[in-house]
């Protein structure tokens, strides 16, 4: 049996709301929770995808389907959805038309103190310095 191929959806969002939504702000963190997700289902995530209110119907989210390498879509949370499609009953609609799973990890967010949030905004603020994360 072939392996289910993921696409794992993360939400752009702007650093400056680390502080009010630290999980939609800290991409890791959410591919990292569909990558276990994917995991624990004995999925394999092919594809990380980024988008900040992209449409449904857009290009960039059916490409990789399209040529065959992802089977289902899964997302963190219907937060991390909201943020990243600007119609989520919309891309639950275009899914089914088009056969493809959707799903959510469903997982509990992360919780972020002072030093947290630091290590989210090093990492984000200072990509062209080489700072890995680690």
């Not at 289910?4 to 650093?15: C, G, N, Q, Y």
């Not at 394999?44 to 992802?70: N, S």
């Amino acid at each position: 049996m072939d392996d289910v191929r993921v696409a794992a959806i993360a939400s752009l969002t702007p650093l400056e709301e680390l502080d009010s939504n630290p999980f939609l702000v800290d991409t890791r963190s959410q591919h990292a929770m569909c990558a276990r997700w994917a995991h624990d289902k004995g999925y394999v995530v092919t594809r990380q995808l980024l988008f900040y209110g992209i449409r449904p119907d857009h290009d960039a989210l059916w490409a990789d389907v399209d040529a065959g390498h992802v089977d289902l879509f899964v997302a963190p949370n219907e937060r991390v959805l909201a943020r990243a499609l600007t119609d989520v009953p919309g891309f639950f609609a275009e899914c089914e038309r088009r056969g493809v799973r959707l799903e959510t990890a469903g997982l509990d967010e992360p919780s972020y103190d002072a030093a947290a949030k630091a290590d989210v905004h090093r990492r984000l603020s200072m990509p062209t310095a080489g700072y890995d994360g680690c």
